[in-house]
């Protein structure tokens, strides 16, 4: 097992215990669990959830990065769509001329 994959899973235990995430407490539930990782992986990875809601990234973990856009205005979203559209429309007439000239990779 990786030593960020092991912080990982020490660091969501401690969460659904309620308990405050620290490096020490990662270290000996890693000791514990009789798993050896380099010692700066348990402060480190306390030191990067130090200001995050373990719980509140677990739960919108679905939202993804995609979701940004979607939270905008549904005036803009439908505006990005057809510019889309176009853009498509342009890189589809472009490919079609490129196979009229000879040049099909696959032909």
Request: hydrophobic content about 45%.
């Amino acid at each position: 097992m990786s030593a960020e994959l092991a912080c990982t899973y020490a660091a969501l235990i401690l969460n659904d215990d309620g308990v405050d995430i620290s490096g020490d407490k990662i270290a000996s539930l890693l000791k514990a669990a009789n798993v050896d990782v380099e010692p700066f992986w348990p402060g480190l990875f306390a030191g990067a959830l130090k200001n995050c809601d373990v719980s509140e990234l677990i739960s919108n973990i679905s939202s993804g990065v995609g979701a940004g856009p979607a939270v905008a205005g549904g005036a803009a979203a439908a505006g990005g769509a057809a510019e889309e559209a176009k853009e498509e429309a342009k890189k589809e007439s472009s490919s079609e001329s490129e196979e009229d000239m000879g040049f099909d990779i696959f032909g």
